[in-house]
């Protein structure tokens, strides 16, 4: 079976940083993906990682240590519009995604 | 249509009735998926499609059903519906479903509640 983790709540103020953890332990290892879902909307593709090392895509970046089995999500000169639910998910060895709880970010002036 | 379309946006629907919900792409994806959401549990895959004439069980199949007679279409019916099965659900698709790399590209959901 898969086991994604990641904390439930995160608040930062606008113009910080903020870093989203998410361990995993999953049958087989075919890439990690972070998703942003806001509120009552579909989830969309924020990045994706499968060697170990940090990918920049302007403000966001995310982290892989697959000996780790750990992922970050870091979310720089936070935004109003950055206040919603991040989620961290795994394709496994049978190539399909299993996703953690979600994490909700919440933004304050 | 661009992209991902499911029908209908929400529904309420009494126990023991059969529902059918369903998703239409436009991006000629090989494969799409049913994912269902709930609170505190994330994202749980109900049933998959690598390609058109194929279907698979995904975590949580029980109770769901789906076919895939084109590349377009995938719906998925809930034979005779369970308070538990009270949710939102996601209709997802990607170019191919045996590539590391290939992202999902989600639909706008659909919320379910039965009574």
């Known amino acids: 079976g898969q086991n994604i983790d990641q904390p439930t709540e995160m608040t930062a103020t606008e113009g910080a940083i903020v870093q989203i953890n998410c361990t995993y332990q999953t049958s087989g290892f075919n890439g990690l993906f972070w998703y942003q879902q806001h509120a009552g909307e579909a989830p969309t593709f924020l990045s994706y990682n499968v060697l170990d090392g940090l990918e920049e895509k302007g403000r966001f970046s995310s982290f892989l240590s697959r000996s780790k089995g750990y992922s970050y999500l870091l979310l720089k000169e936070l935004q109003m519009k950055d206040s919603a639910s991040y989620l961290c998910a795994v394709r496994g060895g049978d190539y399909k995604l299993s996703f953690g709880a979600g994490t909700t970010v919440t933004v304050r002036a | 249509i661009a992209g991902i379309t499911q029908a209908p946006t929400s529904q309420i629907l009494a126990a023991g009735r059969r529902m059918t919900l369903r998703c239409t792409q436009d991006?000629?994806?090989?494969?799409m998926y049913w994912y269902r959401q709930d609170l505190g549990l994330g994202l749980r895959l109900i049933h998959y499609s690598n390609t058109a004439g194929t279907t698979g069980k995904g975590e949580v199949p029980d109770g769901y059903s789906v076919s895939r007679a084109n590349t377009d279409d995938f719906p998925l019916t809930l034979a005779s519906a369970v308070p538990s099965q009270t949710s939102v659900y996601f209709c997802a698709s990607s170019e191919d479903s045996g590539q590391p790399y290939n992202e999902q590209f989600f639909g706008p959901g659909t919320r379910l509640t039965v009574l």
């Open positions: 991006m000629r994806h090989n494969a």
